[in-house]
């Protein structure tokens, strides 16, 4: 069976009740209340975005996360009343596509869900936004566009969707600065995203592109603005 979205929430009427307002809006839906009952579900079925909360009763968000990650690369939005910066940027640096703090509009949630899956459902996507030269040089390292990995030094460093969509439109408007408003409503495709998702998604783009991620010769930070993809030759 596969399901637009699976929710893993061990708040048995937050998760029922979410997946029901899924459901009666035309999103397919289905829950787990816990890290061994959502593995039990993904070893037999299938989804497009995880819904993963941090705190599991007994288990950890994060350690599940890494553990999904290990198996799948959908989009995973962790939904959390933890709001503190550490713990996003732990969520994100994990393998999180998202961060979305407790409690939350059922209806901000479900516009932030659709525009994910319009990403990410469509299997020919990334072909579609590829462009015509499936192989670009960055300094010492190469993107293969049709592939979607970061080729450097040897090694294949695959990227998340959410890396490769915003690369690809980095690389669409190279030499010209983007606002943090224009990633979001251009790659995210939704106003509801913060400053600390974007942040992080781009120090992972560096991190495979860059020879020394702290001093970015190509992706480069305009403050009070945005961020430039900077190509000279």
């Known amino acids: 069976m596969h399901t637009s979205v699976f929710i893993i929430d061990d708040e048995p009427e937050l998760a029922e009740y979410t997946a029901k307002y899924f459901n009666i809006s035309g999103v397919t839906a289905e829950y787990a209340l816990d ?14 975005l995880i819904l993963l909360d941090i705190n ?14 290990a ?13 503190s910066e550490d713990d996003m940027l732990l969520a994100l640096g994990i393998g999180g596509d998202d961060y979305i703090c407790k409690p939350y509009s059922l209806g901000v949630l479900l516009a932030k869900v659709r525009a994910a899956l319009k990403r990410y459902e469509d299997s020919g996507a990334r072909e579609k936004n590829s462009g015509d030269n499936e192989l670009t040089k960055l300094g010492n390292a190469s993107v293969d566009m049709k592939k979607a990995v970061v080729i450097k030094e040897g090694k ?7 890396e490769y969509k915003l690369l690809v439109y980095l690389l669409n408007n190279r030499n010209r600065v983007i606002s943090k408003d224009e990633f979001f409503k251009k790659v995210w495709e939704t106003d509801y995203v913060s400053d600390v ?16 991620p702290s001093h970015p010769e190509f992706i ?14």
């Open 71 to 83: 198996s799948t690369d959908v989009p995973i939005f962790f939904i959390s009343a933890r709001s």
């Open 35 to 48: 890290a061994q009952e959502a593995l039990d579900f993904l070893r037999d079925n299938t989804c497009s």
């Open 220 to 233: 480069k930070t305009v403050w009070g603005v945005g961020f430039m993809l900077e190509v000279t030759a």
């Open 197 to 212: 998702t974007l942040n992080v998604h781009i120090r992972h783009l560096r991190e495979k592109i860059e020879d020394d």
């Open 156 to 162: 294949t460093l695959p990227l998340k969707a959410m």
């Open 56 to 69: 599991l009763g007994k288990d950890s968000g994060f350690d599940l996360c890494r553990e999904l990650r």
